[in-house]
């Protein structure tokens, strides 16, 4: 499928030199010829920059933006704002997707007559080279916007992660990736899919997650991990008000994080939990205020309705400890 409308494929690039090759490569390779590649040096101090240069000079699909380093939203949008294609997709400098990969969403979103195509994907460990099916839509069909956010809040085969998806470029009319923020896909990928109206859901993996030590999601607790928390809450608030038939998957949503982002403290130990202990203390009571969830929601597995509630009660990171020194 060699005829048909323009993709851009937008890829963010900083300090990824072991890896870059791999997923241009693997863009390069695509079935689907009708591409425009946008890679974009956001001030990789490597030799990225000279890289993404090298690979433009072979191949005129490629356009290079440099640009002063400004985080992983800011390259999305700098190349968002320049593309040219009809269809956009993104991939992470450090993954790689499938051969078939544009070829298969955008078959489902002509045949289908969607804006938007989700697909699934492999997780790739860095230690051992396994590679295994992650998140999957089950089968192949149409679904409503307000359906996929329903699945995207609560991890149902889907979520919130740009890459395994192709949108109409009509999405991002007015939608941009907040600045200055890690878990970016969290405020943005539920208002695409709200704006979508309809939405192909594609039962095969096209993306290769590679899980990197070093990788934003990989790395020690810093105050950026807080803001997973900042954008369910702004998320909550939102369907509450627009969306209330999402309400429960929302609080879901804004749940898992609160007591991801408060397990994580815990087990992080001393200094963490010193360095932030207003932080810790705020986040603890907003839990609390969930407890009634916590107790009676469907939608959480026994694990986390029990972990959860033991950190409300401040016994998590002790029990944790115990059960560990007796093994």
């Given at each position: 499928?060699?005829?048909?409308?323009?993709?851009s494929?937008?890829?963010?690039v900083?300090?990824?030199e072991?890896y870059l090759a791999?997923?241009?490569?693997s863009?390069?390779?695509?079935?689907?010829?009708n591409?425009?590649?946008?890679l974009?040096?956001?001030g990789?101090?490597?030799r990225c920059?000279?890289?993404?240069?090298e690979?433009?000079?072979r191949?005129?699909?490629?356009?290079?933006?440099?640009?002063?380093?400004?985080?992983l939203s800011?390259?999305?949008n700098?190349?968002?704002?320049?593309?040219?294609?009809?269809?956009?997709?993104?991939?992470?400098s450090d993954?790689?997707?499938?051969?078939?990969?544009?070829?298969?969403?955008?078959?489902m979103?002509?045949?289908e007559?969607?804006k938007?195509?989700?697909g699934?994907?492999f997780d790739?460990s860095s230690?051992?080279?396994?590679?295994t099916v992650?998140?999957?839509?089950p089968k192949?069909?149409v679904?409503?916007?307000?359906e996929l956010c329903?699945?995207?809040f609560?991890w149902?085969?889907?979520?919130?992660?740009a890459?395994?998806?192709?949108?109409?470029?009509?999405?991002?009319?007015?939608?941009r990736?907040?600045?200055?923020?890690?878990?970016e896909?969290?405020?943005?990928?539920?208002?695409i899919?709200?704006?979508?109206?309809?939405?192909?859901m594609?039962?095969?993996?096209?993306?290769?997650?590679f899980?990197r030590p070093?990788?934003?999601?990989?790395?020690?607790f810093?105050?950026?991990?807080l803001?997973?928390?900042q954008?369910?809450?702004?998320v909550l608030e939102?369907?509450r008000?627009n969306?209330?038939?999402?309400?429960?998957q929302?609080m879901?949503?804004?749940?898992?994080?609160?007591?991801?982002?408060?397990?994580?403290?815990?087990?992080?130990g001393?200094?963490?939990k010193?360095?932030?202990?207003?932080?810790?203390q705020e986040?603890l009571?907003?839990?609390?205020?969930?407890?009634?969830f916590?107790l009676?929601?469907?939608?959480l597995?026994?694990?986390?309705?029990?972990t959860?509630?033991?950190?409300?009660?401040?016994?998590?990171?002790p029990?944790?400890?115990?059960?560990h020194?007796?093994?």
């Amino acid at each position: 499928m060699n005829e048909g409308p323009l993709i851009s494929v937008i890829v963010p690039v900083y300090k990824v030199e072991e890896y870059l090759a791999r997923c241009v490569d693997s863009i390069l390779g695509q079935t689907y010829r009708n591409l425009e590649i946008l890679l974009v040096d956001d001030g990789s101090p490597d030799r990225c920059g000279a890289i993404c240069d090298e690979y433009a000079a072979r191949d005129s699909r490629i356009r290079v933006i440099h640009k002063e380093n400004g985080g992983l939203s800011s390259a999305r949008n700098a190349a968002i704002d320049v593309a040219r294609g009809e269809y956009i997709g993104f991939v992470d400098s450090d993954d790689w997707i499938e051969p078939e990969t544009y070829e298969a969403l955008l078959e489902m979103a002509l045949q289908e007559n969607v804006k938007l195509a989700c697909g699934g994907r492999f997780d790739v460990s860095s230690k051992t080279g396994e590679k295994t099916v992650g998140l999957c839509p089950p089968k192949r069909e149409v679904i409503s916007g307000e359906e996929l956010c329903g699945r995207i809040f609560t991890w149902d085969n889907v979520d919130s992660a740009a890459w395994d998806k192709l949108y109409h470029r009509s999405l991002f009319r007015e939608i941009r990736y907040p600045l200055g923020k890690i878990c970016e896909d969290i405020p943005t990928t539920y208002r695409i899919a709200l704006d979508a109206g309809r939405v192909g859901m594609l039962n095969r993996p096209v993306y290769n997650y590679f899980h990197r030590p070093g990788s934003i999601t990989a790395a020690g607790f810093t105050p950026k991990n807080l803001h997973a928390c900042q954008h369910s809450r702004s998320v909550l608030e939102d369907i509450r008000k627009n969306h209330p038939a999402l309400e429960k998957q929302a609080m879901y949503l804004h749940v898992w994080h609160l007591g991801h982002t408060l397990q994580r403290m815990d087990l992080a130990g001393g200094d963490v939990k010193k360095d932030f202990a207003a932080e810790y203390q705020e986040l603890l009571l907003e839990l609390r205020s969930f407890v009634p969830f916590l107790l009676t929601s469907q939608l959480l597995h026994v694990q986390e309705r029990l972990t959860w509630l033991l950190i409300c009660v401040n016994v998590y990171g002790p029990l944790r400890r115990l059960y560990h020194l007796g093994r």
